[in-house]
């Protein structure tokens, strides 16, 4: 059980270009979602999804696209990387039901924008 | 909207000591979950425990513990006998009972360094 599983765990990009950072879960979870952490911070909501096919904004999405296809994958685009951009990402997931609602967090995507 | 506030940047102990890491929070909801996350340099987020709203009695994990003051916003950690391994960030969250997803809502985090 590999849990939440995050790909690249480092990125530098240049300011304009894109990428896609990946998540995936093997623990059957309908809910998932994707943070910020800038430094020094908490962590902040930038989108998350409860289900295959629903998608839906957090406190800090402008400069990201999401996609649900499948339980397992929820992708974040980010699209002409700013330096506001600078950041570690946390993907999370978590079951469905509320009484038992532990997110656990995959490892982190530091990216830098320069 | 709900917010989350830790009003100590930074936290310094012996081992072996015990220490409380503060925490309040504005909500008008009645009906919640506390939660006191630890990430240590490896950048990993960890569950350390958790407060159900209207649970009068604190939540204890092993030397962790919490001070939940529902009327007062307040829900502090107390770590008992403090080991060289508690050195992380502490973060407080918040989520609240809703229909759809458990969105939470993280304070800036204190950052606790315990001494050898």
């Known amino acids: 059980n590999a849990g939440v599983t995050q790909t690249p765990k480092f990125r530098i990009l240049k300011i304009g270009q894109s990428m896609t950072l990946q998540c995936a879960q093997d623990?059957?979870?309908?809910?998932m979602y994707w943070y910020r952490q800038d430094p020094g911070m908490g962590l902040k909501l930038i989108y998350y999804?409860?289900?295959?096919?629903?998608?839906d904004k957090g406190e800090v999405p402008n400069g990201y696209n999401v996609s649900r296809s499948t339980t397992e994958d929820f992708p974040l685009r980010l699209e002409l990387a700013a330096p506001s951009q600078t950041s570690v990402y946390f993907c999370?997931?978590?079951?469905?039901?509320?009484?038992?609602?532990?997110?656990?967090f995959g490892p982190g995507t530091r990216l830098t924008v320069l | 909207a709900q917010t989350v506030t830790q009003s100590q940047p930074e936290m310094s102990v012996q081992e072996a000591e015990t220490v409380t890491l503060s925490c309040t929070y504005d909500?008008?909801?009645?009906?919640?979950?506390l939660f006191w996350y630890k990430q240590p340099p490896s950048r990993q987020m960890i569950l350390v425990i958790r407060?159900?709203?209207?649970?009068?009695q604190n939540a204890t994990e092993n030397r962790f513990s919490v001070n939940f003051q529902k009327a007062a916003k307040s829900f502090s950690l107390k770590i008992s006998d403090s080991q060289l391994g508690d050195t992380a960030m502490y973060f407080c969250?918040?989520?609240?009972?809703?229909?759809?997803?458990?969105?939470?809502?993280f304070g800036q985090g204190t950052r606790l360094t315990i001494n050898p």
């Open positions: 999370a997931s978590s079951r469905q039901d509320f009484s038992y609602n532990e997110q656990f």
């Open positions: 909500t008008s909801e009645n009906n919640y979950y």
């Open positions: 407060q159900e709203a209207y649970k009068q």
């Open positions: 623990m059957n979870h309908n809910y």
């Open positions: 969250a918040f989520m609240k009972r809703a229909q759809g997803a458990q969105k939470l809502v």
């Open positions: 999804s409860v289900g295959a096919g629903i998608t």
